[in-house]
């Protein structure tokens, strides 16, 4: 069974950092784009950074400067380092896997599973 495991959230105060993992089992993310994405309450899920399978990396314009995406295809693992944090990254965080690239880290969307995401709140 495909599956994929969010950790790393959590409760910080703005301007700090935290570091999300997500891990894969069932399967081996190598030849996989990843994307993380997040949604707010009352609000869309949106697209946030994505990795392709060759570590080009994609970001929307809301976190450039701030998050960093990196993969360890050794570990199976794909992390978001999140800076620089403000209240307005408060959502739950989910990770997706796709092997279309065009389709997860361009158009932000994917016909893979979604995993059951990980809550991020930034307050002081």
């Known amino acids: 069974q495909l599956q994929l495991v969010e950790s790393g959230g959590g409760l910080v105060q703005p301007g700090g950092s935290l570091r999300l993992s997500c891990t894969a089992s069932?399967?081996?993310?190598?030849?996989?784009?990843i994307a993380w994405f997040r949604q707010a309450p009352g609000k869309e899920r949106e697209g946030v950074s994505c990795?392709?399978?060759?570590?080009?990396?994609y970001y929307a314009d809301s976190v450039k400067g701030r998050f960093t995406i990196s993969r360890d295809n050794a570990n199976n693992t794909v992390y978001l380092q999140m800076n620089s944090l403000k209240p307005e990254d408060t959502a739950v965080y989910y990770c997706?896997?796709?092997?279309?690239?065009?389709?997860?880290?361009?158009?932000?969307?994917?016909?893979?599973?979604w995993g059951q995401g990980t809550q991020v709140t930034v307050s002081s």
């Open positions: 997706a896997a796709d092997e279309l690239l065009f389709r997860i880290c361009v158009l932000w969307e994917t016909l893979g599973s």
């Open positions: 069932g399967f081996t993310l190598d030849y996989y784009a």
């Open positions: 990795i392709s399978s060759s570590e080009g990396t």
